[in-house]
C-alpha cells in the first residue's frame, strides 16, 4: 500500500495500517470481529439451527442487494439466480457478496454448467462496476468453502473486496512479472501455461491449463492459467468464460474426488483495477485446499512447509475422473 | 533464499523451491506427510490413546537425544529436564525438537520460573551449536501450542529449524530496518521499545516491553522486545534470561486469561546465524493467538485483516491478573 494512507481511515471503522518498519500492510477491521462465529471457541462449536441468511425469502437478512440475476422478482425479494449485496461485516466499504445459487445444497463444483458460467459473468460485471470508482485500485475475488478455510457460512458464496491501493506483495509480483517480461519478451505466466512439463499438469481445454504450480505452498495447489495472454480477468470474453467455468467446475471436483471435499480457497489473481492491459502480467485463478495448518515456522520466516510435491499432487489430480 | 539453492536437494527428500516470477521460496517436504495426523480428516478427529513420545520412559520413541538437560540417567533415560531430539519427521536436516519438562501437564506459561528460564538457556546453547556449522546460515525457534495452531502433539515443546539461507521475509526485514536506522541513526526497534504509546503496552519489566504491535496481522499478535539493542537471541545474559522467562511467562498467562487458553504460535525472531552483531537489527519474540482463519484474501493479496485493534488488544491484556 502506498504511505498515503497509513493510519487513514478508510471505512467507518477500518483502517490501514503500515508497518513502520517492513512495510507490511494490514487492515483493522474492528466491525469484523461482531461477525458471527469470531472466537467462538472451536472446541465447543455448537452448530445450532439458524436460518441462512443467503436462502431465498431471507433477503432481508443481508444488507439490500446490489445486484442481481433473476427469473422473477422484484430486488431483495426471491426469484433470483445469483445475487450480490455488501457484506454484512465488512473489512472495508467495498466488500460484497455473490451468492451463486438459491439452492442452499449446490456449491460451484456442482452447480449447473451454465450456472456456473453465470457466476463468473457476475464476477466480471462487478468488477468491471468497481473499476468505474477511480478511488479503488484493487479487488480480489475470493472464496474460501469449509469451516476450516475461514468460511462463516455455508451457502455458496464468493466475496470481493476492493482495496483504495494496490497491495505490496501484489506490487511486488507485478514489478517481477514485468522485468523478466522485459527481459525474456514473453509473458512469464504464458511461458508458465505453455511449457509446464507433463509431470505438473492436471488437465488442459482449448483456452486454459490446470497446473501445480513448481513452488506451490500448500499441497495440493492449484492455478488455472488461461493460455492466452490477458492481465485482466474480466476482459475474458463469453465463450472463454463458458470454456472457464468448465475447467474450473471440473479442477474442483478433481480436488474434491481425491481429497473427500475439503475445505479451500479461491482467488482470482488479476491486474489492478485501473492498469491499462499489460503485457506482462497474466490473470488466474489459485485454489488452495486447506490440509496442513499453518504454524510459527511460516508466520515467522514467509517460507512455507508443503509436505506434498507439486508432481504428486498433479499425478493425482489428474487422475482422477472428474 | 538465494537463487543458488533453486531446485537443490537439501535434505534427502526435502527441496527448496523458488517461485520463478515473485522469488517466493516453499521448502517442498514429502517426509513431513508421514506425520501421524497429516491431512487426516478434521470433521471426524478421533484422538485415539496413544503413548505420548515426550513422555519419560519413551525416549526410545523419538530419535536418539542432541542434548539433555538432567538430574539422573543417561541419554535416551528418564531423569532430564529438557530433551532436544531430532524432529522425527524433519521438514530439513536440521529441525529440532525442544521438549520443556518432563511433565505431561505442565506448559511453558505455568512451569516453574527457574525451568522456563532453563528452556529459554537450551534455545541459546542449540543456536550457539548450530551456528558452529557454517553451512546454516538462518535458525527459527518457534512453538504451535494447540491443535488449531499447528501441533501434533500436546506435550510442552519447541521447534528449532535451521536454514542454508537467509528467508526472502527475513532479508527484506534486515534491510528495511538497516536503512531506517542508517538514516535516523537510531535502530527502528530500539524506538519500538521505548516510543510505543501507552494505549499499546501490555507490560514492561526491567529489561523488557510487551506490546501489541502498530501494524499486528492477528488479533492479539503480542511482542516481547528487548529494552537493550542486541541482534542476537543467544547473547543475553543469564540475569537477562531470568527477567524474560518471568515476562515471557507473564504475558502468555494473561494471554491465556482474556481468550480462554487459546491455541497459539510462538517465534522468536533472531539474526541470521553467522552474521555478527548488527546495530540496526533487533531480536524479539512474537506471539500469535490463533483466534481467526486466514482466508482467500491473505493468501492472494498478503494483506491481513484483523478485526482486534492492537489498542483494544493492549488494554485488555494489561487489565488481566497475571
Not at 455473490?98 to 463444483?109: K, M, R
Not at 467455468?245 to 478433481?254: H, I, N, S, Y
Request: aromatic residues 8%.
Amino acid at each position: 500500500m502506498a504511505g498515503g494512507h497509513d493510519g487513514g481511515i478508510i471505512a467507518d471503522l477500518s483502517e490501514f495500517r503500515t508497518d513502520p518498519i517492513t512495510g507490511r500492510t494490514v487492515i483493522i477491521a474492528p466491525e469484523r470481529a461482531g461477525r458471527p462465529n469470531e472466537f467462538q471457541n472451536r472446541r465447543a462449536v455448537s452448530r445450532t439451527a439458524r436460518i441462512c441468511a443467503f436462502c431465498p425469502g431471507n433477503e432481508k437478512e443481508t444488507p439490500p442487494e446490489i445486484l442481481s440475476y433473476r427469473d422473477a422478482g422484484r430486488a431483495d425479494e426471491p426469484g433470483w439466480r445469483i445475487r450480490v449485496v455488501p457484506n454484512k461485516y465488512p473489512a472495508l466499504p467495498a466488500h460484497e457478496v455473490i451468492i451463486e445459487t438459491p439452492d442452499h445444497n449446490l456449491t460451484l463444483a456442482d452447480m449447473p454448467l451454465p450456472q456456473a458460467a453465470e457466476v463468473l459473468h457476475c464476477f466480471q460485471e462487478r468488477l468491471a462496476a468497481l473499476r468505474r470508482n477511480e478511488r479503488l485500485q484493487f479487488a480480489t475475488i475470493f472464496k474460501n468453502q469449509g469451516e476450516g478455510a475461514g468460511a462463516t457460512i455455508e451457502h455458496a458464496h464468493t466475496q470481493l473486496l476492493a482495496l483504495p491501493d494496490v497491495p505490496w506483495s501484489i506490487r511486488q509480483e507485478l514489478e517481477a512479472s514485468r522485468s523478466d517480461g522485459e527481459a525474456s519478451g514473453v509473458c512469464a505466466y504464458c511461458r508458465m501455461a505453455r511449457q509446464a512439463p507433463e509431470s505438473r499438469r492436471v488437465l488442459d481445454s482449448e483456452g486454459f491449463t490446470v497446473i501445480s504450480p513448481y513452488a506451490a505452498r500448500f499441497p495440493f495447489e492449484t492455478w488455472i492459467v488461461p493460455k492466452d495472454h490477458g492481465s485482466h480477468f474480466d476482459a475474458v470474453g463469453g465463450e472463454g468464460l463458458a470454456d472457464l467455468a468448465g475447467v474450473f467446475q471440473d479442477t474442483l471436483r478433481r480436488i474434491n474426488r481425491a481429497l473427500e471435499g475439503p475445505a479451500y480457497n479461491m482467488v482470482i489473481q488479476t491486474a489492478p483495477l485501473q492498469a491499462p492491459p499489460l503485457a506482462y502480467y497474466h490473470w488466474r485463478i489459485e485454489i488452495i485446499p486447506r490440509l496442513n495448518k499453518i504454524g510459527g515456522f511460516e508466520w515467522g520466516t514467509g517460507v512455507y512447509i508443503n509436505p506434498t510435491p507439486p508432481e504428486e499432487a498433479a499425478r493425482r489430480l489428474s487422475g482422477e475422473e472428474a
